[in-house]
C-alpha cells in the first residue's frame, strides 16, 4: 500500500513553502526521492502528511531526522 507524502525543500527549516506531493511504500523511499531531487546546496528538506505533519527532516550537511 502506498502513502502520500509531501516533499519541501525550505531555505532553513522553519521555512515554508508550497511542496511536492509523491506516493511511496515507506517514509524511507521518500527520504530516497527527497534526497535525490535537492535542488540547491544549503537547503533543508522536510517531510510532512498530506495534513501538514512533520515526519522527518534533513538540515544542510546533516542526517535525516525523524519526528514520530
Known sequence: ???TY???EVQNINSEREGTR???AS???AKHIASIN???HGTALRIETVDGLWLAYKEAGKRWVDCE
Open 1 to 3: 500500500m502506498k502513502t
Open 6 to 8: 509531501i516533499i519541501k
Open 22 to 24: 509523491i506516493e511511496t
Open 27 to 29: 517514509l524511507s523511499q
Open 38 to 40: 535537492q535542488c540547491f
